[in-house]
């Protein structure tokens, strides 16, 4: 659970910092970038997608040590992550730019030692956006970028023409890491749900992913639970959680790790991670449900 609590610690620590948004200003001067940067550090798994999706791939060095796709990276050093980084190591791979987010800890120290820092992070659809339209420009692929954002709209559009009828306006419970943390209507989850036509349990004034007390899913009594590798029967033995009508009727999806990095990445699968809960609801839809 690792990296789920590292995503989601850095997503709130990130709000916590002025509301920052994607694209946001580089820490260094961004004329001192050299364009199209031939070494490059990732600090976070949805930059370093984002780097692959734009063509880059070839020109990391270095990544977090959650960034696992594509299946290139697996074979970069990994230098740490969002508490962690490895200064001394990322300095000596000499990158010619460092791709992070303001809840990065080392991004001070790697400004002073002379490191070109930029600072890229989303929390939301548009600033996903501006995130792809920032690299593009820091890459030297502007155009790849727009493109790109053209293909997940595109497909977002096609996962909403799939969700059943039947589904649309159900009220939903996103659990995005056991405490449970949830994804609320204000994230990037959050609005791809809205945009598949659900209900958000989670008022919006919780925050992007907030942390629920197990009661108040009880007292909401979802239609549809989304959760990581969990069974129905493991989810029943919460205190309460047996009376979810959800649970009873099998209204439970399940994701397996490798999907689930996918739904909590506010990167180039934004696409693709509507057509996964766009499966999910299909699947559902073809339960019984009384």
């Not at 690792?2 to 850095?10: E, K, M, S």
């Not at 798994?45 to 270095?62: F, H, I, N, R, Y």
Request: proline fraction near 7%.
């Amino acid at each position: 659970m690792g990296q789920l609590r590292n995503i989601i610690r850095g997503l709130l620590l990130a709000l916590g910092l002025g509301g920052a948004v994607g694209g946001t200003v580089d820490i260094g001067a961004a004329a001192s970038i050299p364009p199209s940067p031939q070494r490059i550090v990732s600090l976070l798994p949805s930059l370093t997608e984002a780097v692959c999706a734009l063509g880059a791939c070839d020109q990391l060095v270095a990544t977090d040590r959650y960034s696992n796709a594509p299946a290139q990276v697996l074979a970069l050093p990994k230098v740490g992550g969002l508490e962690d980084a490895q200064i001394e190591r990322i300095v000596a791979l000499k990158p010619d730019v460092v791709l992070a987010t303001r809840a990065t800890r080392a991004v001070e120290r790697l400004q002073a030692l002379g490191l070109r820092v930029v600072l890229i992070e989303a929390t939301s659809h548009a600033e996903a956006h501006q995130m792809l339209t920032r690299l593009g420009e820091v890459l030297g692929r502007a155009e790849q970028a727009q493109k790109l954002w053209q293909q997940i709209e595109a497909q977002v559009q096609q996962a909403v023409a799939r969700v059943p009828a039947a589904l649309r306006g159900r009220k939903v419970y996103v659990e995005v890491d056991a405490g449970p943390y949830a994804a609320g209507p204000t994230s990037f989850l959050g609005e791809t749900l809205a945009r598949l036509g659900l209900y958000n349990i989670v008022p919006a004034s919780f925050g992007p992913f907030p942390k629920l007390n197990p009661e108040f899913v009880v007292r909401a009594q979802p239609d549809l639970i989304l959760v990581m590798e969990r069974s129905p029967e493991e989810l029943a033995r919460r205190p309460g959680w047996a009376q979810l009508r959800a649970l009873q009727r099998q209204q439970v999806c399940a994701f397996e790790r490798a999907r689930y990095d996918i739904l909590v990445r506010p990167g180039p699968r934004l696409g693709e991670a509507a057509q996964l809960l766009a499966d999910c609801l299909t699947t559902l839809a073809g339960r019984a449900v009384p």
